[in-house]
């Protein structure tokens, strides 16, 4: 009996569920359908705001909540602090803790404590979003109404590429209904899971800088504005570190556009900014990092082992006249290619080194026998 119970406790409520979505998606239905009467809308277009609604509006039963009654419980005094702890690092199944946008924060200098409670209310405003292939996230020019938090697939801003460097996009772009006479618009830059666009126009208040499509399925953490400055005036300490975030990615953005002359698809161009990445990695922490074992670093061995020879010193080993060569590397610092570089380098200028001491030593001789014989000679006489 008690087992009955249960089971038809849980299938009421399954029934219940299911009956509170349908009525969910019924009203929203309604709503296009009043929304397409006043509008005056084509039967076309409003029979596809109908299907959409059918296949979406489903999910959109999750978010639907008092969230107002939830912010109390978070601002107020009612949760316990370990509790509010543990919960920001599994929201949204650990994404919004792994978030660029919310790692921006704790990176900053200007920051020694991220309050619990930011990622709960950012968690709140938010909501899961879902993307196919080729979908536009938005186009150029558009209002700025949302933040995207990439949490799977791939997303890149697109453009037209040019000879002196790239161009955004016009709306104008989209609008051929027929796909073959469309100018082709190809990926400058990329966003992946973790990564986060549409923050500048947020929150700076502009309209849309560029157009997003989605290159591989996908999902994002939707953050509206309204909710997003709410946030902000929540925690205004953060508000500046967030906007000098956006002005230095639109900055970067602007110049991935400017090098966006050939057109290349997505494998392509993933391909090239990798390659660009790793040389531009190697300059930087290797420019000219050999020159010390070239030919000026040799001579200044060499000087080195001559002036130890001048004065009188013994015969200089092989560390000691490498010893300038061997600081100018490690004040660069060593990374394994250093290192190994190192290793290869050094070896060669030991057996220089060597043949050095050898031609010393032997020049050392002959000196001695010089000297030797002239004070003969002088005792001769």
């Excluded at 973790?194 to 126009?201: A, P, S, T, W």
């Amino acid at each position: 009996a008690v087992v009955h119970s249960i089971l038809v406790g849980e299938v009421i409520n399954a029934v219940t569920r299911v009956e509170e979505r349908d009525k969910f998606v019924a009203q929203q239905i309604a709503l296009i359908q009043r929304f397409a009467a006043h509008t005056e809308l084509g039967a076309d277009l409003s029979k596809s705001l109908l299907e959409w609604v059918g296949t979406d509006a489903k999910s959109w039963r999750t978010h639907q909540y008092d969230t107002d009654a939830m912010k109390q419980l978070i601002t107020g005094r009612y949760m316990h602090r370990d509790l509010m702890g543990e919960l920001p690092r599994v929201l949204f199944s650990g994404d919004l803790a792994k978030s660029l946008f919310t790692k921006v924060l704790s990176l900053s200098n200007e920051v020694d404590y991220l309050p619990p409670r930011l990622p709960l209310l950012l968690a709140l405003a938010s909501y899961r979003s879902y993307f196919e292939d080729g979908e536009l996230a938005y186009q150029h020019h558009d209002h700025a109404y949302n933040l995207f938090l990439v949490t799977s697939g791939l997303f890149t801003y697109i453009g037209l590429p040019r000879l002196h460097g790239g161009k955004d996009a016009p709306p104008r772009a989209f609008e051929a209904s027929d796909l073959s006479i469309r100018e082709p618009l190809f990926p400058y830059m990329i966003f992946g899971k973790n990564n986060y666009f549409g923050d500048d126009e947020v929150l700076r208040r502009r309209a849309r800088h560029a157009s997003c499509r989605c290159e591989r399925a996908g999902s994002a953490l939707i953050v509206p504005r309204n909710d997003l400055r709410s946030l902000i005036e929540e925690f205004p300490q953060f508000g500046p570190i967030w906007v000098s975030e956006a002005r230095r990615r639109e900055i970067h953005r602007q110049g991935c556009l400017k090098r966006l002359r050939h057109p290349r698809h997505l494998p392509d161009f993933a391909a090239n900014t990798i390659q660009d990445f790793f040389r531009s990695f190697l300059q930087r922490s290797s420019p000219k990092r050999r020159i010390g074992f070239s030919g000026r670093g040799l001579q200044r061995a060499m000087n080195r082992a001559n002036k130890l020879r001048l004065m009188g010193k013994s015969s200089p080993t092989p560390s000691q006249a490498g010893d300038a060569s061997h600081r100018l590397d490690t004040a660069r610092g060593s990374n394994s290619e250093q290192l190994q570089s190192l290793i290869e380098m050094m070896g060669t200028l030991h057996g220089t080194m060597q043949n050095l001491h050898s031609k010393y030593s032997k020049l050392y001789e002959k000196v001695e026998k010089i000297e030797g014989a002239e004070r003969g000679d002088a005792r001769v006489v």
